[in-house]
């Protein structure tokens, strides 16, 4: 399969401590490194600094936490023992629950506002199994989600039918910028998924909602960026090349990221798996094979090397959402599909 070769090319790397915690996500806490290494011990030992309970955000021009509780996040996602020691880089000892402790003792997450919860999705995940995931922040948090995916209302069923567009501003100089759900960092689906971890088994209503938002922007989406992409093509420019990057980078983005939001939900008793949601699923596995298809039809994947200098963002949204898709296809309950 495509997208696991390209997750064990490039997030296996104990020098890009960043890809490895994608790595680690799909492939669980038995990982081991091509040189024998236990993948988990190397990620905390190469990255942690001396006497230090926090992560670096970074090393140099590498990411190492790039988004603030992402190694921690991880790591409590594959359900590792609290009294569990890791060393340090000088191989001092410290549990995974110290850490965890630390990290949410310290953390101070943005509330209010328009930038509430903005990057901090990873670090509300690492608070959701502390004491400080009180119901007012639970309360909060969802706010905040649903507040952003409301824009999603004008298209779900009984409304009025119009064509998608994503939500976005003006901004200086007359420039689009994102608004809504999208100004969050990965189109604000790890906020999602933050929500999700903070709520457990459990789906308020207006919680509940917010799944049923989530296949439906699954839907428009993918439909909306196959549409631009056609558009562009129909009219080419010097560019086209690095468009169709761009535009297949969101397509895989959006749906390795709502299928695997969906089906942790699913995992857990907090979302349905009924006929209309198994029927949504497949259509969103069908358009993400059609993606990662796209992807390879393209020469994106071979050019990842490349991109690793000329555009570094993009190379790493490109691995890091290949780890996230392969992820969703991993958790998929028996029988909802054939791996693709």
């Keep these: 399969m495509t997208l696991d070769l390209v997750t064990r090319a490039y997030c296996l790397d104990p ?18 490194l091509p040189d024998g290494s236990v993948a988990t011990e190397r990620l905390v030992a190469d990255n942690l600094p001396a006497g230090e ?25 594959l359900k590792i023992p609290d009294e569990q020691s890791f060393k340090r880089s000088d191989g001092s000892s410290v549990t995974l629950g110290a850490l965890r402790d630390a990290f949410a003792q310290s953390w101070n997450p943005t509330l209010s506002g328009a930038d509430a919860l903005k990057n901090e999705a990873w ?3 690492v608070l959701a199994t502390s004491p400080r995931a ?19 209302e004008a298209w779900a069923p009984g409304a009025k039918p119009k064509p998608y567009r994503k939500a976005s501003i003006r901004g200086p ?3 689009r910028l994102p608004a809504a759900i999208h100004r969050y960092y990965c189109g604000g689906l790890h906020l999602f998924q933050a929500v999700q971890r903070l709520h457990g088994g459990t789906a308020p209503p207006r919680l509940a909602r917010q799944y049923e938002l989530l296949l439906l ?9 196959k549409t631009v992409q056609k558009q562009v093509e129909a009219r080419p420019g010097p560019n086209l090349a690095a468009q169709k990057q761009v535009f297949l980078a969101q397509r895989l983005k ?34 993400l094979q059609l993606t990662v298809q796209a992807l390879v039809q393209e020469g994106v994947y071979d050019a990842l090397p490349g991109l690793a200098l000329s555009k570094p963002q993009l190379y790493r949204d490109l691995v890091g959402d290949s780890a996230h898709a392969l992820h969703a296809y991993r958790i998929a309950p028996p029988g909802l599909l054939q791996q693709q």
Aim: hydrophobic share 40%.
């Design 15 to 32: 020098k890009q401590p960043w890809a490895l915690a994608h790595g680690l996500l799909v492939y669980g806490p038995e990982l081991k």
């Design 53 to 77: 309970l926090r992560f670096p955000s970074n090393r140099g021009q590498t990411p190492v936490d790039a988004h603030p509780g992402l190694i921690l996040k991880t790591l409590l996602e």
């Design 123 to 125: 670090g509300l995940e």
């Design 134 to 152: 009180t119901p007012e922040l639970r309360s909060k948090a969802l706010e905040v989600l649903a507040s952003n995916q409301a824009y999603f």
């Design 173 to 175: 100089g007359g420039k």
């Design 217 to 225: 922007r699954l839907r428009l989406e993918t439909t909306y960026w």
């Design 254 to 287: 959006l749906q390795g990221h709502a299928l695997e939001t969906y089906l942790r939900a699913v995992a857990v008793g907090a979302a349905p798996l009924g006929e209309s949601e198994r029927a949504a699923l497949k259509a969103g596995f069908g358009e």
